[in-house]
Every structure is written in C-alpha cells, then in structure tokens.
C-alpha cells in the first residue's frame, strides 16, 4: 500500500510540474495576470454586461458595483471588457475588471 501511495505522489509531483501555475490567454492573446484568474476565472464580456454609474462600473448579471478607484479596476490591453469572476461564475464576485480606456 505505502509503495503505490508513493508512486501516486510521484505522478501528482510530474502532473503539477508539467503544468506550472500561470494565468490564461485573453482571446486576442494577452495573459491576464495570475493575480485575476487561476486559468478559468476570466473571460471578455460585451458592452452590455457592465455599465457605468457615477458609483463605478456595474456588473450588471449580479448588481455589483466596483468603484472606480477600486484595485480591481485594470486597464484593458485589447480595448474590450473583461471580467474575473470567482470559480468563473456569472453570478459571483469580482477578482478583477479589465476596461477599455477612455477616449476624450
């Protein structure tokens, strides 16, 4: 028994080396940063799934809102929203929000 929950270990060990911790790819290929997303946790969203209050942006599948001055809030490298949510739900809280910038 001891001998084949060693090899167990040993193949976990292999598994989770090959596979090393990183963040995945935005569909225009920019990383979103570990901090946001364990590999499943963010995605773009439409215009339509976040509007903006004088408050913040409003995710608005949940009504939270995350203020604009919040740590969450990051700029967008591909000009598109994107959305960190936990375990990737659509009705869970916010790790991370990515927005396009601003044009003046």
């Known amino acids: 028994m001891l001998r084949h929950s060693a090899e167990f270990a ?7 080396g ?4 990183s963040a ?3 569909k225009s290929g920019w990383s979103y940063p570990f901090a946001c997303c364990s590999g499943y946790d963010c995605r773009e969203v439409s215009d339509k799934a976040i509007s903006e209050r ?19 809030v990051k700029n967008s490298p591909d000009g598109e929203f994107h959305w960190c949510s936990v375990a990737g739900a659509n009705d869970s809280k916010t790790i991370c929000l990515f927005v396009p910038s601003r044009s003046y």
């Open 24 to 26: 995945h790819d935005a």
């Open 10 to 16: 040993a193949l976990l060990f292999v598994v989770a």
């Open 18 to 21: 090959a596979n090393p911790a």
């Open 54 to 72: 004088p408050e913040g942006y409003v995710i608005n599948n949940t009504g939270e809102v995350v203020t604009y001055q919040d740590a969450r």
